[in-house]
């Protein structure tokens, strides 16, 4: 028996959510085309007859504009220690820049051994693939190297395989049906968050967040609040589009979503709420459970 834990760390957008997914086998972090999607940390784990290995997706590292931005680049950076391996995940599609520099030259503090994952290979030529290794190779001494299409599921066999090199624990750390240890609150939350997020553009996605804050079992049905939190009435506006269309939407497609997850009927209740400026009120973001001390 083999186990241990792995942190995933990137930049925002490169496929750190799509890759836990993937490796997982299940859609237990939210994705999408707008850059900081990852808002938590979440822990996937992978299970093979002899092997078990807890990913953790974490947030992507960016110039935080918010206090809740300065927290999530504190919680990513937090998870460069005391793990048995760190993915540090790149998009060979687009060209190495200053965001892929500042967290190497962090990762330059860790002990951990790094593996360069090269994500969105579907994106390019298999010749260009050799050229972007060049790019990196001598930024940082990477244990190893692993060029992969997190969406097509190319390749990931291979960076499992690597991975059991680090892996130092022997214990089982949850049972095998467990896939992740996030609670069911958060994941209802986040899924509304996600269809939110695709139906919406620009600035919207960053300025809400939201909470479950209901949960009653009856008989035949599930009945579940969810509050949808933004930061201006304007914004609440769009959300709820012209006569409630848009929530309506974000409603039933997240409602199921739910009721996948739970393998139950669901009757999903949304309100938008306004709280101004709640990525920068500290006692807001702690009772939404974003700490500033972690
Ligand atoms: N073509 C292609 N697109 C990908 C691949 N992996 C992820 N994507 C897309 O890239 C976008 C961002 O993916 P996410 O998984 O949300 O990225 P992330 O790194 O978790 O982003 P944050 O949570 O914002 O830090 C989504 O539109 C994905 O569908 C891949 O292998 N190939
Ligand atoms: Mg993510």
Redesign the pocket.
Known sequence: MKSGFVSII??????????INSLVNAHI?I????????RNVIQGIYNEEDTQIVFV?T??IHKPQSRLGKILNKQALSLIHDVDAILF?TDASTSLGKGDKFILECLKNSEVPVILVL?????IKSEEILEVIENYKDLFPFADIVP?????NDNLDCLVKVIKKYLKDNVKYFDDDTITSNSTYFMISEIVREKLLNLTIEEVPHCVTCVTTYYEEKEKVTLIGVEIIVERDSIKKIVIGKNGERLKTIGSLARKDIEKLLGKRVYLDLYVKTIKKWREKEKVLHELGFHEDE
Do not use: C, E, F, H
């Not at 994705?31 to 990852?38: E, F, R, V």
């Not at 992969?148 to 097509?152: G, I, L, Q, R, Y």
């Open positions: 990137g930049r925002p957008n490169v496929g750190k959510s799509t890759l972090a994705t999408s085309d707008k850059a900081q999607t990852t997706d947030p992507g995940l994500n969105k290979i579907d994106k992969v299409s997190a969406m097509k």
